[in-house]
């Protein structure tokens, strides 16, 4: 295909990282829009779904330098694609699962190779979008793909049980099926990729950043990396700001499954869809929100706004929304509006990306993201495995929705110190 890829080719590269960073969002929540009925079927209370969500985190933690540094060596074509279609595999062995342990088993599997996925994209994207485009570039597969996928985890799924896959003779039965059927798609994405992808424009016909260009900064400088305070602090911003994204999408949806059930008396089957509803306002506001964000932020670089401020009022005004949570829902058009919210301002955070290439230099875009990137998912995933606890030791007698309070508060919090870290950051970095 190498008459094809010029300067346009760029949309088919950001279309593909859509789609590839969807199946890392589908994949890491399919558990949720699915919760009722795994827990039922594997003897699950909340304390363990937070376990088996957080299974995933730890080795996506651990799995972001050494993916990073494998983008910036070969390239993102290669590392997303074979990631993606290990991701898949591993996923239709989790709709395999017949206890606690065997589905943590296979989710600590998928985490490890499902980290192809943040780094590596926007290390690809670091290559083939200049200055001018890459918040949006980077707005756009992040809003658009994580939308999608979480999308698909809390409405698409629960449909698919609930309407096609019963009383199938074909797949398997409920939600083994549905996991099962989303497994085959997600190696559909994977063979795309694979055919499609190039992991660096060529250099004679588009390429604003060539990787062999001379060090203009001392932050760009080899041994600058580790010793510049920002990185941390960024790291710390990031942290705070993953903790809040892996409680609501790991919470939301469940938290208003339970509201429709307990408060609005709706029967089972229905509250899970209803509760998938509200989750899809969320998801608006990510999709929606992200790319709006990213170009914003790239006009307002040009004005001397820095894109880690605006990352850091973002994560700010999240907390409010986080303590709102707390408060009984009058209705359901509140609790979709507060969804939407935070959706929006909750993921301004890829902002990041697109600082620390600019910071750190293209070439090593995926190494510098990966320690962020590090710090922040073993955060994220500590804090979802002691969520359901945290919500467990909070619950009031005869208040069955107390529970979810301790997991807003602790939302809330992290939002406060991921706004402190940002703007300290920002003021590093001027």
């Given at each position: 295909?190498?008459?094809?890829?010029?300067?346009?080719?760029?949309?088919?590269?950001?279309?593909?990282?859509?789609?590839?960073?969807?199946?890392?969002?589908?994949?890491?929540?399919?558990?949720?829009?699915?919760?009722?009925?795994?827990?039922?079927?594997?003897?699950?209370?909340?304390?363990?779904?937070?376990?088996?969500?957080?299974?995933?985190?730890?080795?996506?933690?651990?799995?972001?330098?050494?993916?990073?540094?494998?983008?910036?060596?070969?390239?993102?074509?290669?590392?997303?694609?074979?990631?993606?279609?290990?991701?898949?595999?591993?996923?239709?062995?989790?709709?395999?699962?017949?206890?606690?342990?065997?589905?943590?088993?296979?989710?600590?599997?998928?985490?490890?190779?499902?980290?192809?996925?943040?780094?590596?994209?926007?290390?690809?994207?670091?290559?083939?979008?200049?200055?001018?485009?890459?918040?949006?570039?980077?707005?756009?597969?992040?809003?658009?793909?994580?939308?999608?996928?979480?999308?698909?985890?809390?409405?698409?799924?629960?449909?698919?049980?609930?309407?096609?896959?019963?009383?199938?003779?074909?797949?398997?039965?409920?939600?083994?099926?549905?996991?099962?059927?989303?497994?085959?798609?997600?190696?559909?994405?994977?063979?795309?990729?694979?055919?499609?992808?190039?992991?660096?424009?060529?250099?004679?016909?588009?390429?604003?950043?060539?990787?062999?260009?001379?060090?203009?900064?001392?932050?760009?400088?080899?041994?600058?990396?580790?010793?510049?305070?920002?990185?941390?602090?960024?790291?710390?911003?990031?942290?705070?700001?993953?903790?809040?994204?892996?409680?609501?999408?790991?919470?939301?949806?469940?938290?208003?499954?339970?509201?429709?059930?307990?408060?609005?008396?709706?029967?089972?089957?229905?509250?899970?869809?209803?509760?998938?509803?509200?989750?899809?306002?969320?998801?608006?506001?990510?999709?929606?929100?992200?790319?709006?964000?990213?170009?914003?932020?790239?006009?307002?670089?040009?004005?001397?706004?820095?894109?880690?401020?605006?990352?850091?009022?973002?994560?700010?005004?999240?907390?409010?929304?986080?303590?709102?949570?707390?408060?009984?829902?009058?209705?359901?058009?509140?609790?979709?509006?507060?969804?939407?919210?935070?959706?929006?301002?909750?993921?301004?955070?890829?902002?990041?990306?697109?600082?620390?290439?600019?910071?750190?230099?293209?070439?090593?875009?995926?190494?510098?993201?990966?320690?962020?990137?590090?710090?922040?998912?073993?955060?994220?995933?500590?804090?979802?495995?002691?969520?359901?606890?945290?919500?467990?030791?909070?619950?009031?007698?005869?208040?069955?929705?107390?529970?979810?309070?301790?997991?807003?508060?602790?939302?809330?919090?992290?939002?406060?110190?991921?706004?402190?870290?940002?703007w300290l950051a920002h003021r590093r970095m001027k």
């Amino acid at each position: 295909m190498p008459g094809l890829v010029g300067v346009r080719y760029r949309w088919i590269i950001l279309g593909c990282c859509i789609l590839a960073y969807a199946t890392s969002h589908l994949t890491r929540w399919s558990y949720t829009g699915l919760a009722t009925y795994i827990s039922k079927d594997l003897h699950l209370d909340k304390a363990a779904l937070g376990l088996l969500g957080a299974a995933f985190f730890y080795p996506y933690a651990l799995a972001q330098v050494p993916w990073g540094r494998l983008a910036d060596r070969f390239g993102g074509r290669y590392v997303i694609a074979l990631g993606v279609l290990a991701v898949a595999g591993l996923l239709a062995g989790f709709a395999t699962a017949d206890s606690l342990g065997e589905a943590m088993s296979w989710r600590i599997g998928i985490g490890l190779v499902a980290a192809c996925g943040f780094v590596p994209i926007a290390s690809l994207l670091a290559r083939w979008f200049d200055t001018r485009e890459r918040g949006l570039a980077n707005g756009a597969y992040y809003g658009l793909g994580g939308g999608l996928g979480e999308g698909a985890a809390f409405v698409l799924l629960p449909v698919i049980q609930i309407y096609f896959l019963k009383e199938s003779g074909v797949l398997l039965a409920g939600w083994r099926g549905a996991i099962g059927l989303i497994a085959v798609l997600i190696g559909v994405v994977g063979l795309l990729c694979l055919a499609l992808l190039r992991s660096a424009p060529p250099m004679t016909i588009y390429n604003p950043h060539p990787l062999d260009a001379p060090v203009t900064t001392p932050a760009q400088a080899p041994t600058s990396l580790y010793r510049d305070p920002a990185l941390w602090l960024l790291g710390v911003y990031f942290a705070a700001g993953i903790i809040a994204l892996r409680l609501i999408p790991g919470w939301l949806t469940i938290y208003a499954a339970d509201v429709y059930r307990v408060h609005w008396g709706f029967a089972q089957d229905a509250a899970v869809l209803a509760g998938g509803t509200i989750g899809i306002w969320y998801v608006l506001g990510h999709v929606g929100g992200s790319p709006l964000v990213g170009r914003v932020s790239d006009r307002l670089l040009a004005l001397g706004v820095s894109r880690v401020a605006i990352a850091a009022t973002g994560v700010g005004m999240s907390a409010l929304w986080f303590g709102l949570f707390t408060m009984p829902m009058p209705a359901p058009w509140v609790l979709g509006g507060l969804a939407l919210l935070i959706g929006v301002t909750l993921h301004t955070f890829p902002l990041i990306n697109a600082a620390a290439a600019e910071r750190w230099g293209v070439a090593r875009a995926g190494e510098s993201l990966g320690w962020i990137n590090l710090v922040g998912q073993f955060a994220g995933a500590v804090s979802l495995s002691v969520s359901g606890y945290v919500g467990m030791n909070a619950a009031r007698p005869g208040q069955p929705l107390s529970e979810y309070a301790g997991i807003w508060l602790l939302g809330a919090a992290s939002c406060v110190v991921g706004a402190a870290a940002g703007w300290l950051a920002h003021r590093r970095m001027k």
